[in-house]
């Protein structure tokens, strides 16, 4: 088996940042540094990351976490800041965020230690929609809308058409829906930056076919056999 799908099923990380792993010389085979793709791993041999041994997972674990602002999605943070995994620390399974979700930002966050499902659902080929509520100061136009909708340009590069609607106006702010199916930087935030317009709070509701519901900010729990089906039938 190559490592870096042996990364992703051990529950490490999806493929595409196993790969990442891998050139940035933190995986180690038999004691030996490895940093090119497609090493073959086989039975028997040990591999380790930033120095701690990894296995394949034999139970497979998928949970809905409701991230409040104010924690970054990555395993460890070099500021010291509270990151989502902090909560999961006691668990038997390694967890890993499938993408992220911005620091300032709240709301639907997966985690799981299948790798190969994280690097299906993040693929660019089977645009997996996002699904935000964002509360913008001011008032909105039906002009801004319509250029949301289009695509803007970021990074000299123009957004895929997304679904924008405006769903409450108040006298200082009003709340948009948003859904997009890529996942740059910031992209939400930045989309309404481009045509004037300031995020004031950001939250992801869906993903996919999955939705936020009634879950708390700082509550999770593990996904039903049904939802895990229905993410596993996005790349059928």
Excluded at 89 to 97: D, G, I
Excluded at 214 to 230: I, Y
Aim: hydrophobic fraction near 35%.
């Amino acid at each position: 088996m190559r490592l870096q799908k042996y990364l992703a099923e051990c529950g490490v990380a999806s493929r595409r940042h196993a790969e990442e792993m891998i050139r940035a010389g933190r995986v180690t085979v038999n004691g030996t540094t490895v940093t090119e793709m497609g090493t073959q791993v086989e039975e028997g041999d040990k591999v380790m990351v930033d120095g701690r041994a990894v296995r394949q997972e034999s139970t497979k674990r998928y949970i809905m976490y409701h991230k409040p602002a104010g924690e970054v999605t990555t395993a460890s943070d070099p500021e010291g800041r509270k990151t989502v995994l902090d909560h999961f620390a006691n668990l038997k399974q390694r967890l890993y965020p499938v993408g992220r979700l911005d620091y300032d930002s709240e709301g639907l966050l997966l985690l799981t230690n299948d790798g190969e499902l994280t690097n299906r659902l993040l693929h660019p080929r089977n645009e997996v929609d996002k699904t935000y509520v964002a509360r913008v100061g001011g008032t909105v136009t039906r002009e801004q809308v319509k250029t949301l909708s289009g695509g803007v340009v970021l990074d000299e590069r123009r957004t895929s058409p997304a679904r924008v609607r405006v769903t409450k106006q108040e006298a200082e702010y009003c709340y948009v829906t948003v859904t997009i199916h890529e996942g740059r930087n910031r992209q939400v935030r930045r989309m309404f930056e481009e045509v004037g317009l300031q995020v004031l709070a950001l939250k992801r509701v869906g993903f996919g076919p999955l939705t936020l519901g009634e879950l708390k900010r700082g509550q999770w729990r593990d996904l039903t056999p049904e939802e895990v089906a229905k993410l596993r039938d996005l790349d059928a």
